[in-house]
């Protein structure tokens, strides 16, 4: 796939995908010089079998990890999604923009009714002003774990990137595998109440690799050259799990963070969050090593509850020279070489890792970081309990429910969509106006947990004027431990511009803010037992979600929505629903 900016890609994962707008003329232009692209996702049942257990899953296209879409800025896409499974389905194209294009956004109940089963929909965007990697996922319980797949942008025809052309492209996408079905996990641990199952494997594009029982042929194998240079496009794909990642004996430059450009930094291991994705450089060696070179990826994890703590690995193989090529089948006996990743709680490493994210921040890729605040938020993000329906016991903290908040409100999904409600002028009954903008009781939110855990439930919006510029400070709670939360917001990039730990101090801490190259992304960790600050401009009329993207803190309630009403310019309101819009 080096070859992909090219007109046609080569190479094995993208060829297929791509077929489609290879062997066709690309139909007109779009409006600011880009093409239109079409995909058709079938959402289809397929066998796959890891670690020696076989299971009907939800793919696309039959395809574990999903096929990617590829395209470049500018491109606008028309994908075709298919349900031919059981499950209601809708996706999400996560990190794209949006622009006023809100209704292919995805979320289920946010933006859409979900896909039913025989129906389709088609998704139709325009991707504007961004380039990098991004992903899609199903956006609909926990359908994601299987589907998923890499969103590719790449440079205009005539930009290049802001670092040398790489020799090579390749998605590295990280998953979470479980032996049984991961719709009967969510759907039991919501009925006991007590926490989800946990995952059996990570896996490496789609492979867990040796480390695990019955697996040694199920590895990713990454085959170099020496002296090269490769693009390893990295997403994480793990329902319920950051990462640490690393590849033996070889330093990795980072280079862009959710589709926006870094300034390069090189470390040995990196960390990344459910929802994220990071472009890195991997140089390889000048000369041929004579070894084999693990790449590992495990945990971290912050909170109480069980977590899987096992290592998928997948290697980086050199291709032996010419004459020494006779040898090719000797790989099994060069040396091995291993990472060594940090221990499972190192929020020290986390720290020193997302303090060194800058943005790129040039005159080319400007960081356009809001300097003045409109409005000022303050969530508290974190676990809680409900009290147990009926008489029974529930398997929560002292037989209650797990549940998880925003400012103290549990987020209930409605049954009907949000976007549409608002466009349509029918949202009573279905959401209230009234999200709080502060926390309603005050407590050492670090400190010592209040007694009374138990949370409120509803669905409330904040409701933004157009192009209000947005800083919200998220701040952890110790309620049943505290943990490290990767929340996500759609339809904005937003910059990280403070964080820290303990509570968030109002007179000391916003002198230290970052409003000169703070890092641009779509999903951010709010550190464990600390807190983190954003800013946004709200300049994307639509209801966008906002969530943790640990899937079962999002299950439990850990998301809100925000509600950005239209300008006054004709370009500035959301444009009108599509026909085949799913209904509910
Ligand atoms: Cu990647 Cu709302 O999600």
């Known amino acids: 796939m080096g ?39 079938n959402v289809v049942l397929q066998n796959v079998t890891r670690l020696c257990h076989t299971k009907s899953i939800v793919t696309v296209n039959g395809k574990f990890p999903g096929p990617p879409i590829i395209a470049r800025e500018g491109d606008q896409l028309l994908i075709e999604v298919v349900n031919r499974v059981p499950n209601n389905i809708s996706i999400h194209w996560h990190g794209v923009r949006q622009l006023r294009s809100g209704w292919a956004d995805g979320p289920a109940y946010v933006t859409q009714c979900p896909i039913q089963t025989g129906q389709s929909y088609v998704y139709n965007y325009t991707i504007v002003g961004q380039r990098g990697t991004l992903w899609w996922h199903a956006h609909i319980s926990w359908l994601r774990s299987t589907l998923h797949g890499p969103l590719i942008i790449l440079p205009k025809h005539n930009a290049s990137y802001p670092f040398a052309k790489p020799h090579k492209e390749i998605p590295i996408i990280f998953g979470e595998w479980f032996n049984s079905d991961t719709e009967a996990v969510i759907s039991q641990a919501l009925q006991t109440g007590g926490g989800p199952n946990v995952s059996d494997a990570y896996t490496i594009n789609g492979l867990p690799g040796p480390l695990y029982n019955c697996s040694a042929k199920d590895t990713y194998r990454l085959k170099v050259k020496p002296g090269k240079t490769y693009l390893l496009r990295l997403i994480n794909a793990a329902l319920n799990d950051e990462l640490f990642f690393s590849i033996a004996n070889h330093t990795l430059t980072l280079v862009e963070a959710d589709a926006v450009y870094l300034k390069p930094f090189e470390t040995e291991t990196l960390l990344i969050a459910p929802g994220q994705t990071t472009n890195v450089l991997l140089k390889t060696k000048p000369q041929y090593p004579k070894a084999t070179f693990l790449m590992t990826a495990r945990p971290y994890a912050t909170g109480l509850g069980t977590f899987d703590n096992t290592t998928v690995a997948g290697t980086l193989e050199y291709e032996p020279p010419l004459n020494e090529s006779h040898q090719s089948s000797s790989i099994k006996q060069l040396p091995l070489f291993k990472p060594t990743l940090p221990p499972l709680n190192d929020t020290a490493f986390a720290t020193n890792f997302t303090n060194k994210l800058r943005s790129l921040a040039n005159p080319q890729f400007p960081a356009n970081v809001p300097q003045k605040v409109d409005q000022r938020f303050f969530f508290t993000v974190g676990l809680g309990t409900n009290p147990c329906r009926g008489n029974q016991t529930c398997q929560g903290p002292n037989g209650t429910m797990f549940t998880a908040a925003v400012n103290n409100v549990s987020f209930t999904m409605p049954t009907t969509a949000l976007l549409q409600a608002h466009y ?11 999200f709080p903008s502060y926390p309603k009781s005050i407590f050492n939110f670090t400190g010592t947990p209040p007694n009374n855990t138990n949370v409120g439930n509803g669905t409330k919006l904040v409701v933004l004027p157009f192009n209000t510029s947005v800083e919200l400070i998220m701040q952890d709670t110790s309620i049943l431990g505290a943990e490290s939360h990767p929340l996500h917001l759609h339809g904005f990039n937003f910059f990280v511009v403070g964080q820290g730990f ?42 966008w979600f906002m969530h943790c993207h640990l899937e079962v803190h999002t299950s439990w309630g850990l998301k809100m929505a925000w ?13 009108p629903p599509p026909a085949d819009l799913p209904k509910c």
């Open 3 to 41: 070859a992909f900016l090219q007109s046609c890609p080569l190479g094995g994962f993208f060829l297929v995908a791509f077929f489609a707008s290879c062997f066709f003329p690309e139909p007109g232009l779009v409006a600011g010089g880009g093409v239109t692209r079409h995909y058709k996702f």
């Open 424 to 434: 349509t002028g029918q949202s009573n009954g279905v959401y209230s106006p009234e």
């Open 502 to 543: 303990g509570n968030f101090d109002p007179n000391k801490d916003p002198a230290k803010f970052n409003l000169v190259d703070p890092v641009e992304r779509n999903t951010v960790g709010v550190p464990a037992g600390g807190w983190v600050a954003i800013r946004f401009l709200a300049d994307n009329p639509g209801v």
């Open 563 to 575: 509600l950005v009403l239209d300008g006054k310019l004709p370009n500035q309101k959301l444009l």
